[in-house]
């Protein structure tokens, strides 16, 4: 599927993640609709289980509970979020028919080794391996980021939607505003102590 990064009415939605390991058994997931133009378009929030395999379904939930037809792209901060709950982003893309982009910003030697402490350790190897390889994409800003899509083939289009979303540094801002808002929503609702 092709992109053109520079279409007028081009939107993004970008997903992140926050919660602390060793207090509570939830995550906070939100999403940030973006216009080019960079303007807040739309948000949506939902809890999914830290250390749990239901990340697929809250990325699923925030763009279904968002409603929206005009979003063009997906971004995800992170495939493997909340401690190893993982993110089909293929899974994600046959259900919305929407390209998603997985962003990540450093090298990793894998996860497998972690995956052996789960009791569904297979199902978590056989998505982790269905996410294949990562891919390097240089942004005009001089930052590299490591990608995998789902729904998008040609690297230029990724990199010139990355460029498009991403003032400076490397995070786009639809993430960058996703991963604020996931952290205040976690630290004012679910951060134990709080009522």
Known sequence: MRIHA?????????IAESFKKGEGERAVLAGVVMRGDLQIDGFAITTITVGGLDGTDGVLEIFRGLDRTDVNVVLLNGCVISLFNLVDIFKVF???????ICVTYEESEGLEKYFEEFED???RMEIYKRLGERTPVKLHTGHEVLVRCAGIEEERDVKALLDRFTLQGAIPEPLK???????????NFLSPGVI
């Open 6 to 14: 520079d279409k007028k009415g081009l939107r993004a939605l970008g």
């Open 177 to 187: 505003v996703a991963r604020l808002l996931a952290r205040s929503v976690y630290k």
């Open 121 to 123: 350790s297979e199902e």
């Open 94 to 100: 046959e259900k919305i028919k929407i390209p998603v």
